[in-house]
């Protein structure tokens, strides 16, 4: 695995480098990091969506209604390209949504015509998988690759895929530990609440932490911790009330603390690895977002065999989490709600297969 294979061949200074992508959002979540550290670097770094995001949820209503979103979006990417420091963004007006029904010759014309246009040193896109498996994904990632490949000898462009990541990283237990750690009491604002729903949900939906993240519903007078259990769950309370009420060995419960709307708890246990030590019960009834790590994956399995290229954007992953917020009509999130530590280890590698060109079959053991 190489770790930095992007340098300009042809001597062409500044390096150029160009992303084709299916939506405004997909630059930032993909290769955000990467594309502020080359463009930091002095790099030319264009972003290009074949569409405006239309179909995207509106998870913030104050910023866009259906009839705005795309206007919206556009002024998005936009406002994401220069918390990332790129050269240009665009956004052309094909479906959201409906990229796989375009006809593929069609496509592949397309992506040939901004590459000649843009004449980059590499061309960076989604590979079979999508990063998500979205449709329209694929079908970005196949035509642009299907371009480079048709025009490797005229433009020799190095192609590198999207890998989404796989990180064995527990974010409840991280949060866990920052909250254990704090001088005071956390209560969390509104917008944290918000902020943390979003995030926690799109980070362990797309490989960037391992946890099982849900909204569950407890009714009044309901266990939502048992004292003696192995702790496992971390829960965020976000309406309802509980009590934590410790049991004595002569059976006596007393209460010895509450915990209302925007607090969590059970975060000693998962922070400490310890058995609960108090039962957690609802005074009515409760809605929490539940933390629930998965089994710790094997690190070997993590890094994929096909890939190539590895960044380390560690340096930048302020830049990347301020673009993602820029996209505020998918993630309403404030940029400073989580400490740095956690999204350091969440975000600060971005990963790439190189597709062109092709590794060589070598005749010796010491070749390059």
Same mark, same amino acid.
């Given at each position: 695995?190489?770790? &930095?294979?992007?340098?300009?061949?042809?001597?062409r200074?500044?390096?150029?480098?160009?992303?084709?992508?299916?939506?405004? #959002?997909?630059e930032?979540?993909c290769?955000?990091?990467?594309f502020?550290k080359y463009a930091?670097g002095?790099?030319e770094v264009?972003?290009?969506s074949?569409?405006?995001?239309?179909?995207?949820?509106?998870r913030d209503?104050?910023a866009?209604t259906?009839?705005?979103l795309?206007?919206?979006?556009?002024?998005?990417?936009? %406002?994401?390209?220069?918390?990332?420091?790129l050269t240009?963004?665009?956004?052309l007006?094909?479906?959201?949504?409906?990229l796989?029904?375009? #006809?593929?010759?069609?496509?592949?014309?397309?992506?040939?015509?901004?590459?000649r246009?843009n &004449?980059?040193?590499?061309?960076?896109?989604?590979g079979? #998988?999508?990063f998500?498996?979205?449709?329209?994904?694929?079908?970005v990632?196949?035509a642009v690759?299907?371009?480079c490949d048709k025009?490797?000898?005229?433009?020799?462009?190095?192609?590198?895929h999207?890998?989404?990541?796989?990180?064995?990283?527990p974010l409840?237990?991280?949060?866990?530990e920052?909250?254990v750690?704090?001088?005071?009491?956390?209560?969390g604002t509104?917008?944290?609440v918000r %902020?943390?729903?979003?995030?926690?949900?799109?980070?362990?939906?797309?490989?960037y932490?391992? /946890?099982f993240?849900?909204?569950?519903?407890?009714?009044?007078?309901?266990?939502?911790?048992?004292q003696?259990?192995?702790?496992?769950t971390?829960?965020?309370?976000?309406s309802?009330?509980v009590?934590v009420?410790?049991? /004595?060995? &002569?059976?006596?419960?007393?209460?010895?603390?509450?915990a209302?709307?925007?607090?969590?708890?059970?975060?000693?246990g998962i922070?400490?690895?310890q058995p609960?030590?108090?039962h957690?019960? %609802?005074? /009515?009834?409760?809605?929490?977002?539940?933390?629930r790590?998965?089994?710790?994956?094997?690190?070997?399995?993590?890094?994929?065999p096909?890939l190539t290229?590895?960044? #380390?954007?560690?340096?930048?992953?302020?830049h990347?989490?301020?673009?993602?917020?820029?996209?505020?009509?998918?993630?309403?999130?404030?940029?400073?709600?989580?400490?740095?530590?956690?999204?350091?280890?969440m975000f600060g590698v971005e990963?790439?297969?190189?597709v062109?060109?092709?590794?060589?079959?070598?005749t010796?053991l010491?070749d390059?």
């Amino acid at each position: 695995m190489t770790h &930095d294979t992007t340098e300009n061949a042809s001597g062409r200074q500044p390096t150029r480098i160009l992303g084709i992508f299916a939506h405004p #959002d997909d630059e930032t979540l993909c290769a955000g990091g990467t594309f502020a550290k080359y463009a930091s670097g002095g790099a030319e770094v264009r972003v290009i969506s074949l569409t405006k995001g239309g179909a995207g949820q509106i998870r913030d209503a104050s910023a866009a209604t259906r009839a705005t979103l795309r206007a919206v979006r556009e002024k998005e990417l936009d %406002a994401a390209g220069h918390e990332l420091g790129l050269t240009e963004t665009r956004c052309l007006d094909y479906p959201d949504g409906g990229l796989s029904d375009i #006809d593929n010759h069609h496509l592949v014309e397309l992506a040939s015509e901004l590459i000649r246009e843009n &004449d980059p040193d590499v061309v960076i896109t989604f590979g079979p #998988d999508g990063f998500s498996g979205h449709p329209d994904h694929v079908t970005v990632g196949a035509a642009v690759t299907a371009a480079c490949d048709k025009m490797r000898s005229a433009t020799p462009a190095r192609l590198f895929h999207c890998f989404p990541p796989r990180s064995d990283m527990p974010l409840g237990n991280r949060l866990a530990e920052w909250i254990v750690e704090l001088a005071t009491r956390f209560k969390g604002t509104e917008e944290f609440v918000r %902020a943390l729903w979003v995030f926690s949900r799109e980070a362990t939906g797309l490989g960037y932490a391992r /946890d099982f993240v849900n909204v569950e519903w407890f009714p009044s007078g309901s266990y939502l911790i048992e004292q003696g259990e192995a702790a496992t769950t971390m829960y965020f309370v976000l309406s309802g009330h509980v009590e934590v009420r410790r049991e /004595d060995q &002569d059976g006596r419960v007393r209460v010895v603390d509450r915990a209302a709307p925007g607090e969590f708890v059970g975060e000693d246990g998962i922070a400490t690895g310890q058995p609960r030590n108090a039962h957690v019960v %609802a005074v /009515d009834d409760v809605t929490s977002l539940t933390f629930r790590a998965s089994e710790p994956g094997e690190q070997g399995k993590l890094l994929d065999p096909r890939l190539t290229t590895c960044i #380390d954007v560690s340096e930048f992953v302020g830049h990347k989490i301020r673009a993602v917020a820029a996209h505020r009509s998918q993630y309403p999130i404030d940029p400073r709600t989580f400490p740095d530590r956690v999204l350091r280890e969440m975000f600060g590698v971005e990963y790439f297969i190189r597709v062109l060109p092709e590794r060589e079959l070598h005749t010796s053991l010491f070749d390059a």
